[in-house]
């Protein structure tokens, strides 16, 4: 059930976000909108209008459907792997038709351009070698700042080593959560290596919208990783059972949500400030490189040598693709997919699986998921049957979808073996000189069958 909403969780926040990226493409970021650049007074002329109310109309009826199809979750909540594999293909089915929605309104907008020519300034990237590009580490927020996330999401690792932790979620959660600071700070690096952008031939202006489009983003990007390195150490704990599921749950959802409001607070701020500065301005410098932007989302541009340019739809930055740094962050969505699919196939035998129990003379044989665990009659102190199987924290174990496999540290018995179907009482204790197990059968029968298996190697 946990996984189950938590999955939902992040499905909504990724809807959420799509809805918030098609909305504000709707409105004008200087002279573009729809990702197509336009003279000011093109902005208000009654075919532009009548495009993007139907681009309006469209990307709602989008946002309508994702959100109906996820209605059917919670019918197969108890299977997570499916839960997975069921939202990735909605994420992708979603991105596509947000893709589509957005390139049929774009090409619209982009031949009703042609047909007026309604072309603005030069077509090229036009770039300044300015004193602006000599005072760019003034604009930005230190680099010292993102000290204080990489300290937050070092806690785990520190409390791993020193409590000795194995558990291989463990790790992939705290080395996740590492990584994450570790992306967001290459981007603030990144944007202080953008070369300076004209916008007037006036270099105050530059040097100051500039100034706000760079210290803006960096501080975005240190409170993107500050709740960052925030969640992924509350998350970590949740790993090893230290803090209550629920209150990960919301503490998670919260700290996603407020992710996405840093962005948009800092794409608005700037896009006011630059909209303002540049009204007023009579010395304004317009570039026209829609011919560089492949449906209006795809920047490949081989005269740009910036990695990184703003993005004329949605939040933050985009690669640009003609680049080696783009044609590599690019190529890393693929193993990034694969990974994902992977996950969601490595769970398929926690929801389809089962425990089993075998007898072989003196030996009880446990099989279960990605885990086996042998154990003679001589070894066993006491079997017991229990209506309520006591909290299992992850040490060592899947607990994904409908079984917990491996070793646990079980609430008052310390690490153990366990081998249990969620929610499906009763539960055999075994206390052995080596610890405790704790098993049940996919059915009631099924579990007093294999308690009066075990109970008879004491005979």
């Given at each position: 059930m946990f996984e189950m909403v938590f999955y939902t969780s992040l499905y909504m926040i990724f809807l959420l976000s799509m809805f918030v990226i098609l909305k504000i493409a709707a409105k004008p970021n200087g002279n573009i909108i729809l990702g197509v650049t336009l003279p000011y007074e093109a902005l208000s002329d009654s075919r532009t209008l009548e495009i993007i109310n139907k681009y309006r109309k469209a990307y709602r009826v989008v946002v309508l459907i994702f959100l109906i199809f996820a209605v059917p979750v919670p019918l197969f909540a108890e299977y997570s792997s499916i839960t997975m594999l069921y939202l990735f293909a909605l994420c992708f089915a979603m991105v596509y038709f947000y893709t589509e929605v957005f390139s049929r309104h774009f090409s619209e907008l982009y031949l009703l351009k042609r047909e007026n020519e309604w072309w603005v300034g030069e077509q090229n990237i036009i770039s300044i070698d300015t004193e602006v590009s000599r005072l760019k580490d003034t604009f930005m927020l230190s680099k010292k700042w993102f000290t204080l996330p990489f300290a937050v999401s070092l806690i785990p690792v520190i409390y791993g080593l020193i409590m000795e932790l194995t558990g291989v979620q463990f790790w992939?959660?705290?080395?996740?959560?590492?990584?994450?600071?570790?992306?967001?700070?290459?981007?603030?690096?990144?944007?202080?290596?953008?070369?300076?952008?004209?916008?007037?031939?006036?270099?105050?202006?530059?040097?100051?919208?500039?100034?706000?489009?760079?210290?803006?983003?960096?501080?975005?990007?240190?409170?993107?990783?500050?709740?960052?390195?925030?969640?992924?150490?509350?998350?970590?704990?949740?790993?090893?059972?230290?803090?209550?599921?629920?209150?990960?749950?919301?503490?998670?959802?919260?700290?996603?949500?407020?992710?996405?409001?840093?962005?948009?607070?800092t794409?608005?701020?700037?896009?006011?400030?630059?909209?303002?500065?540049?009204?007023?301005?009579?010395?304004?410098?317009?570039?026209?490189?829609?011919?560089?932007?492949?449906?209006?989302?795809?920047?490949?541009?081989?005269?740009?040598?910036?990695?990184?340019?703003?993005?004329?739809?949605?939040?933050?930055?985009?690669?640009?693709?003609?680049?080696?740094?783009?044609?590599?962050?690019?190529?890393?969505?693929?193993?990034?997919?694969?990974?994902?699919?992977?996950?969601?196939?490595?769970?398929?035998?926690?929801?389809?699986?089962?425990?089993?129990?075998?007898?072989?003379?003196?030996?009880?044989?446990?099989?279960?998921?990605?885990n086996r665990f042998s154990f003679s009659s001589d070894e066993i102190i006491d079997v017991s049957l229990l209506d309520t199987m006591p909290n299992a924290g992850r040490v060592n174990h899947v607990s994904h979808g409908r079984i917990i496999s491996g070793i646990s540290n079980v609430t008052g018995y310390g690490e153990s073996h366990v081998f249990v179907l969620r929610e499906n009482a009763p539960y055999i204790r075994i206390e052995l000189e080596r610890g405790w197990v704790f098993l049940n059968g996919e059915t009631q029968e099924e579990t007093i069958s294999f308690f009066n298996a075990l109970t008879g190697l004491l005979l």
């Open positions: 992939i959660v705290t080395g996740g959560g590492v990584l994450n600071v570790l992306i967001v700070f290459l981007l603030h690096y990144a944007i202080g290596s953008m070369k300076t952008k004209t916008y007037s031939e006036n270099t105050e202006v530059n040097i100051a919208l500039n100034h706000v489009f760079k210290r803006e983003w960096s501080k975005c990007f240190f409170i993107m990783a500050l709740l960052m390195s925030g969640t992924f150490t509350v998350m970590t704990f949740m790993a090893v059972g230290a803090v209550n599921e629920i209150v990960i749950l919301v503490f998670v959802f919260l700290f996603s949500l407020a992710t996405i409001i840093p962005g948009v607070h794409h608005t701020k700037i896009r006011v400030a630059r909209n303002k500065m540049l009204l007023l301005e009579n010395e304004t410098v317009y570039t026209d490189d829609d011919q560089y932007w492949k449906s209006g989302l795809y920047y490949n541009n081989p005269n740009d040598s910036n990695t990184f340019v703003e993005k004329r739809v949605g939040l933050g930055m985009t690669v640009n693709i003609a680049t080696k740094g783009g044609k590599l962050l690019v190529a890393m969505i693929v193993p990034a997919i694969a990974l994902w699919l992977g996950i969601a196939i490595y769970m398929l035998p926690f929801d389809f699986g089962s425990v089993n129990l075998d007898i072989s003379g003196q030996t009880a044989n446990i099989t279960a998921p990605l």
